[in-house]
């Protein structure tokens, strides 16, 4: 199966892929579907990452990835609204390449990202200001 990941600084030797602190585990999602990915990485941007490129690869070459980084992954279906959450991880395992300033990672436990019809409204809203 295809799936989408959010990487910062593809294709470089600094490459890095975008995960969720949950507890004491690292966890990559994988994106279903590609917009789903591209929106996830907008709202990080709002957040002041760096901008995330969004990359199709098999999954189970993710799965094999995260295994051999000690990581999980998790899989995000199609039509699913993603949030990051709101407090990020100031110190990363990789520097952006031209800044030289850390990274951020975003840290959550997933089952306590579910909103409210409000709150998706008011994101909704900045989002579409966004674009």
């Avoid at 799936?3 to 966890?27: C, K, P, S, W």
């Avoid at 996830?40 to 070459?61: I, K, N, R, T, Y």
């Avoid at 110190?91 to 909103?115: I, P, R």
Wanted: charge should be negative; include cysteine; hydrophobic fraction near 35%.
């Amino acid at each position: 199966m295809r799936v989408f990941v959010l990487l910062f600084n593809a294709r470089t030797d600094n490459e890095g892929i975008h995960t969720l602190r949950m507890g004491d585990q690292d966890v990559v999602l994988m994106f279903e579907s590609e917009d789903d990915a591209t929106r996830f990485g907008v709202m990080l941007e709002a957040q002041d990452f760096a901008s995330p490129s969004v990359e199709a690869f098999d999954s189970e070459e993710i799965e094999a990835f995260c295994e051999g980084a000690n990581y999980e992954c998790r899989i995000v279906p199609e039509g699913t609204l993603m949030l990051p959450p709101e407090a990020n991880l100031e110190q990363t395992d990789w520097q952006l390449e031209d800044s030289g300033t850390a990274s951020q990672s975003t840290t959550a436990d997933l089952e306590s990202n579910e909103l409210s019809s409000s709150e998706l409204d008011q994101i909704r809203r900045k989002l579409e200001g966004l674009l």
